[in-house]
């Protein structure tokens, strides 16, 4: 798997496990804190593969273009939607010649958070990826 490759899949399993995705003014609000995440991702490419990650929030949102950092901007487009504690979005990945397109949802009551996503397409070089994403989080105490 390509670098890029394995930076977008990181990235989307991050989307989830961050609790939330942003890129407009309105976000689901977060309490800031350590929080536990477990993500799964089950892939064509890479399998079933289940992480757990602790991170601390010091704001009480995300934003996604923060966890994109190091890609080119042009590279992935994320468009959300909120509507009261409930995310939705769209992912359009553009890298090595091919297009993946995602969607997702995220569920946070500010101290928990769940959520799915699926990302599919080209990856470049002919190569299909079919991925889903799940992710579970809490926030766990203070950084």
Do not use: H
């Amino acid at each position: 798997m390509s670098c890029s490759l394995t930076r977008v899949a990181l990235v989307s399993a991050v989307l989830l496990s961050a609790v939330s995705t942003q890129v407009s003014a309105e976000a689901l609000k977060i309490k800031p804190g350590l929080w536990k995440s477990t993500t799964t991702i089950n892939s064509n490419m890479i399998g079933t593969q289940t992480n757990e990650a602790t991170k601390c929030f010091k704001e009480d949102e995300f934003d996604p273009k923060n966890m994109m950092e190091g890609m080119p901007a042009e590279q992935c487009d994320v468009q959300t939607e909120v509507d009261g504690n409930v995310m939705t979005y769209t992912m359009v990945c553009n890298l090595n010649g091919g297009t993946l397109t995602g969607e997702g949802r995220i569920e946070s009551d500010g101290d928990t958070s769940s959520g799915e996503m699926t990302m599919k397409g080209d990856v470049g070089g002919g190569m299909q990826m079919d991925m889903q994403v799940s992710s579970v989080g809490k926030r766990i105490g203070d950084c």
